[in-house]
């Protein structure tokens, strides 16, 4: 037995945090981590995670369904950011000699959570900026720059991140309205990255094959940069490479399910205006 289950919410002991889920959510991940045990050496377990996520409908805010901030696991309804963190998570569980449920949630935390530990809402990685800081000084990730000697290639656009959306904007989020001591820490989380210069692949390059984006690995995660003032990203997915192109597995809107685009990621986002180029970060 993992827990106490109340009411959707399980207590678990161990030190994890309180729990959001559905038996079906628990029963999912173990048949992943044991799918994923079974799989021969060498397969890039990200990208084999991200696939099982196909055709499982999209739903936005899934992580908003309490008064106060628990971990929710929701693998039967995801968005751009749940899909990579479960992916990630399962990355990360499987790689145990005897994964379980407990340790899918202990290492969802750590991704999810600034310093790894929930700590209340201002404690989730709302920006993707704040995401990849915590996971790398975790050792989970590493976001890839390219090299200076190689003039960081194809790395050639700089984003300085001025990020005030949230605090800005708290009628957005359900847990911000009417919350000043909330919104205060979520500015405070903000002015952290004040300034911070961060290196992307601009959309100009991003037609070209493994000649010159060769840097970009099947399974990496993909955060768009975007143009829209006070935020950082705009959308996340995961690189995968058909016939010498790049496209991407994500969470989508317009699908309303997890797809792999037919079309390429250059193709993808010509349609969204808004969209810059890609940060890319890959699971270590």
């Not at 700590?119 to 790398?136: L, T």
């Not at 940069?225 to 935020?231: C, D, E, F, Q, W």
Request: charged share 25%.
């Amino acid at each position: 037995m993992l827990g106490l289950f109340v009411g959707g919410t399980m207590m678990c002991p161990l030190s994890l945090s309180a729990l959001t889920y559905t038996k079906e959510d628990s029963l999912k991940v173990v048949q992943l981590l044991d799918a994923g045990k079974k799989q021969t050496r060498g397969t890039n377990l990200t990208l084999f995670f991200a696939e099982q996520f196909i055709g499982v409908p999209y739903v936005a805010s899934t992580l908003e369904v309490n008064p106060a901030e628990e971990l929710v696991v929701n693998l039967r309804q995801l968005d751009c950011t749940t899909l990579v963190e479960n992916v990630v998570a399962l990355t990360l569980a499987v790689r145990e000699e005897h994964p379980t449920f407990v340790s899918f949630c202990r290492n969802l935390e750590k991704i999810r959570y600034s310093g790894g530990q929930l700590n209340g809402y201002s404690s989730r990685n709302h920006y993707f900026s704040e995401w990849i800081a915590s996971n790398e000084r975790q050792g989970i990730v590493k976001e890839i720059k390219g090299e200076k000697s190689e003039g960081y290639r194809p790395f050639i656009a700089v984003q300085r991140l001025r990020l005030d959306y949230m605090s800005t904007h708290p009628g957005a989020y359900p847990m911000l309205k009417g919350k000043a001591s909330e919104i205060s820490r979520i500015r405070k989380n903000e002015q952290k990255l004040e300034g911070v210069s961060v290196r992307y692949v601009p959309l100009s390059l991003l037609d070209k094959g493994k000649g010159v984006l060769g840097a970009i690995h099947d399974g990496d995660i993909l955060a768009i940069v975007t143009r829209k003032k006070g935020l950082d990203t705009s959308h996340l997915g995961l690189a995968v490479w058909q016939k010498g192109s790049l496209h991407l597995l994500n969470a989508s809107s317009i699908h309303k399910k997890v797809v792999l685009e037919s079309m390429t990621l250059s193709e993808y986002m010509k349609k969204h205006p808004s969209q810059l180029g890609v940060r890319v970060v890959r699971v270590i």
